[in-house]
């Protein structure tokens, strides 16, 4: 294979829309892979965390010890984040209300913003994956028609069409579609398992705060009935 | 729950993503060189296959091969011619360096030359001096010598010409007296000579005179026999034609009373003759017949009543070289089956021992099938 058919020399040699198009490829592909390891990153050790925070709160450990465990400075994440909202709303509320049922309101009003929050911050940026993985096969099919087109421009002022005098240009102009798939299937597939990931989290930090609650439910229940008696 | 839990940041994702970027980029950069050796035919869109025996690429191949031994050749070539001039270069410079250190010996060398040439010539400017003196006073001895030999030769040159004059007087006066008696005799030879021509001349012309009318005698007389020969010789001529003529007449007139003979001889072999080709081709177009119609394969709905005539066109060899439907049976299924049978019994080996008058009648043959002939 000759020189002219490489695929830098190929690059090089494409038209000014063509190349603005791969560049732009080639900028949502570093993109998307950032986002991908990034994400990959933040999904493994939000579930890690879960786990060992599930491990604690099981253990049989008093709550208010665990609440006072966790330094008050930082930020607390994942279900960490929903228990110390929750148990937060609850220590408020109790002194200040004899209602239960305006208590767990309360409790569970917190736990579901923090819920919310929670669910932000793992979705974050997945929106960009998947934008990249439907929009790159278009651009990249817009740059090789392009290319083709301006192919079979210059081939009408060309004396005689062979396959050598085409060759070149419609090679660089299926460059643009084969970067474009390039970007497209890393995030299709990456999309796919991280949002999956982050639903499966998000689903089991909405049961733990459902137990949370039930608990919560548990413990006025029985002073209630201590007060009434 | 330790504290670099809290955030992730984006330095590490972006150098990995980069480097996941970088490693496609010299995948594609490396494999793309490393698949480019077998792409150098090149002849996939340009096929110029002349022949139709070597169905395969093979001559070009070899023309490959052959083309690739030539470059490797010249490649050997020019090799060996470089290796050649390196090697003249290295010689030239050993010849250099050498003729540097001969040059450097052969200055000193010439400058001992030189001196002692110097010398030499010093030496040599003397003795000859030295000599050049002697030979100056040698010459001039020997000059004062000659001079004095001359003087002698002078006064002896003097004495001998007095001597000489005094005979040239004496040799002088005889010299004139044998001149006189010459011319005298000289004289008579002449005059006796002249008289004698004179007599000669007049004899010769006589004689050319007698021997030109002998002549002209001669060729009347050969003329005259001549004429006589020739009219003699037609005559002959004459007789001999008519004597011819007469022979003719004869032999026109025992043809006339043979000829009927002849003619019923020439007709009894002609119909013997005509007998036999009869019998020959009879025998040939059966044993065609019977060829073709061992080779025909009936169509299967063909009913007994078609029936179709071929013409059939055959080399001397016997070899099939055209069959035509002179009259279709109106079935293009038949017609063709009879076609292939005729071309499925062809060769006709037997034309070849057939008599040529026979041969040159079935060069072209008509031959008519029906199934009821086959099945029979």
Redesign the interface.
Known sequence: ?NDS????HLVMNASLVVQLVMLLL?AG???S??????RS??LR?AKQ?HR??EDRFWSGVDLNELYRE?PAE??P?GA?HIFRAGFREFNRLLPKTRSSQAVLDGVQRAMRVAWSREEERLNLHLIFLATVASASPYIGLFGTVWGIMGSFQSLSMAQQA??STVAPWIAEALIATAMGL?AAIPAVIFYNRLSAQSSRLLGQYEDFAEEFHSILHRNLQGRGEREAA | MARHEKRVGYGLPTLLAIGVHVAVLLVTAMRWPAGEPEQNTSSIVQATLVSTETSTDQAQRAEEAQAAARRAEQEAQEEQEQAAQREAEAEAEANDEQAEAEAARAAEQQAREEARQQAEAEAQRRAQQAEEAAQQREQRREEQARQEAERKKAEEEAARKQAAEAERKKAEEEAQRQAEEEAKRQAEEEAKRQAEEEAQRQAEEEAQRQAEEEAQRQAEEEAQRKAAEEARKKAEEARRQAEKAAAAAEAARRASESSLDNLIAGEAENIANARQAEQASNSFINLVRGAIEQAWILPPRAGNQLRATVRIQLLPTGELANATISESSGNAAFDRSVLQAVERAAPFREMRDLPASAQRQFREFILDFNPEDARR
Request: glycine letters at 4%.
């Open positions: 294979m058919m490489s695929i830098p080639l592909s570093i993109a892979w950032i986002v991908i390891f990034q990153i933040v050790r965390g060992a925070f966790t930082r930020e994440l960490e062979t396959l390039f």
